[in-house]
């Protein structure tokens, strides 16, 4: 399976494709986390895309297609993947159409979760991610969480799920992001899920949905 998911930030995509790739045993691909591993490991891409992702701005295309590149090119994705995050404007989107071209392997299917403005701010702001795996939780007042349940790693805030750059990276995806719903719908690949609710039931829904595309 070769599956983009796309939606604004918050709105489930990297959990939702960490549970499509265990279903199609495929690698979850999340440029986020590829960036942030750069970011952490101090390289040379990772020292140049922290101002504009601590800024809530597109790191450029440039760095972000090989890092993209480097990874896809591993064996375990031979199979395929489940991209999260990628691509996120026209221009990324020509560009994985050309990577994928060059292997004769199209994508397959494009995933369009849609979450209203309103709960995807207050899922931001409560989003708690671990260091380790990368995955998210959801931190409230009434049920705080500390510690990843998967490897018992400290939890942390992103330090772009703060209020401001959130505004900014929702206007970022109205503005550079969006139209490839269109791009991807006419072509006949996207189907559209409504991202609210149990994480479980998401899941089913997006399952059925490619089922029945
Ligand atoms: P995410 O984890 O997908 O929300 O991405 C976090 C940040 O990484 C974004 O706000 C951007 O700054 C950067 N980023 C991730 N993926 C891309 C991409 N495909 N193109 C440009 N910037 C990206």
């Not at 279903?23 to 390289?43: C, E, N, S």
């Amino acid at each position: 399976m070769r599956l983009i998911l796309l939606g604004p930030p918050g709105a489930g995509k990297g959990t939702q494709a960490v549970r499509m790739a265990y279903r199609f045993g495929v690698p979850h691909v999340a440029t986020g986390d590829l960036l942030r591993f750069a970011t952490a490991w101090q390289t040379d891409i990772g020292m140049r895309a922290k101002t504009y992702m601590d800024a809530g701005e597109l790191v450029p295309d440039e760095f972000v297609l090989e890092l993209l590149c480097t990874r896809l090119s591993e064996d375990d994705a031979a199979v395929g993947f489940v991209l999260d995050g990628y691509p996120r404007n026209p221009a990324q989107a020509d560009a994985l159409d050309a990577i994928l071209a060059e292997i004769d392997a199209p994508l397959e299917a494009a995933v369009n979760l849609w979450v209203p403005d309103e709960n995807i701010i207050a899922r931001l702001s409560a989003r708690m991610s671990c260091p380790t795996c990368g995955r998210t939780f959801n931190s409230t007042a009434e049920a705080p969480l500390a510690v990843c349940d998967i490897d018992g790693m400290a939890l942390f805030q992103r330090a772009d799920d703060s209020a401001e750059v959130i505004a900014k990276r929702l206007q970022v995806f109205r503005d550079r992001t969006a139209p490839l719903i269109e791009y991807y719908g006419a072509r006949d690949i996207l189907v559209t899920v409504d991202g609210i609710g149990e994480l479980g039931d998401v899941e089913d829904r997006i399952a059925k949905a490619l089922e029945e595309r």
